[in-house]
């Protein structure tokens, strides 16, 4: 895998559009990321972002992927849209975040979801029969619901996802865990505020964090978007194969089980 590289060097421009969710997604994310990275033809990246977060893990993965690329190079994310949660915890491995006055920003908290069927199981007569090694073991199982020890686990789990975010948000802004606990309601907020609060640096437009990113990585004003090359594997699978209908099955399938978000 690879990168459509043009040629010269100057500021290389992702796309971060969309939900940050499946593994597929994730992979072409850092596959990408990874090629601006080893790439010296990128002296600085801007990641356009414009997303509402996604999958806690992905969206992880998706920060320590953007925190190896600032490493190396100066990284500026713009939000033209939506940063919200997921997408705003791998914006702060960011050098500097530039969003427009009207981007909405923030969102940071977590979101545990999972259907619960066993009312329309029991409806329809249908029962589970589960063998387990562990009182525990089946936690957050679809046909039936949680019991109140079962309750109090989540919530700790939840509080552990809830204080990672929070201190990625306080080293990479640079600000006190107490104060981003302030602002960490789950709610968002319109570029001015986020930047009276801390959460963005700069409120522009595209043009702006072009300049930023030139200057950040001394190189001239050029613009390079770049996109992932698809394997050739992956050309002759998508030439026979619909891989959205088989990311779509997969990600029905995992609606039977509690999935957790950073999702605005």
Excluded at 48 to 74: F, I, M, Q, W
Excluded at 168 to 186: F, H, L, P, Q, Y
Excluded at 207 to 212: C, G, I, T
Excluded at 231 to 257: C, I, N, V
Aim: net charge positive.
């Amino acid at each position: 895998m690879g990168l459509w590289l043009p040629v010269g060097t100057g500021v290389g421009v992702m796309e971060l559009f969309g939900p940050i969710a499946g593994t597929r997604r994730l992979s072409e994310y850092t596959s990408t990321i990874e090629g601006l990275k080893n790439s010296r033809r990128f002296k600085s990246v801007i990641i356009n972002v414009d997303s509402p977060g996604g999958l806690a893990t992905a969206s992880d993965g998706l920060y320590c992927a953007v925190s190896r690329l600032s490493a190396e190079k100066p990284v500026v994310a713009f939000v033209s849209g939506a940063c919200a949660s997921g997408a705003y915890l791998a914006s702060c491995a960011a050098t500097k975040i530039v969003v427009l006055p009207t981007a909405v920003i923030g969102s940071i908290g977590v979101l545990s979801v999972r259907p619960i069927l066993q009312d329309l199981l029991d409806r329809v007569g249908v029962h589970v029969s589960v063998t387990k090694s562990g009182r525990l073991k089946d936690m957050g199982s679809f046909y039936r619901n949680p019991t109140e020890e079962e309750k109090r686990k989540e919530e700790e789990l939840i509080a552990g996802f809830y204080d990672h975010f929070v201190s990625v948000v306080a080293k990479g802004r640079n600000m006190d865990e107490s104060k981003v606990r302030e602002v960490a309601t789950g709610e968002v907020f319109l570029g001015e505020k986020a930047k009276a609060l801390g959460l963005v640096d700069e409120v522009g437009d595209f043009d702006s964090a072009v300049d930023l990113a030139a200057d950040l990585g001394k190189v001239a004003r050029r613009v390079m978007r770049v996109r992932r090359r698809p394997s050739l594997t992956e050309r002759l699978f998508l030439r026979f194969t619909d891989s959205m209908l088989q990311e779509t099955m997969a990600e029905a399938e995992g609606l039977l089980h509690r999935r957790i978000y950073y999702l605005g």
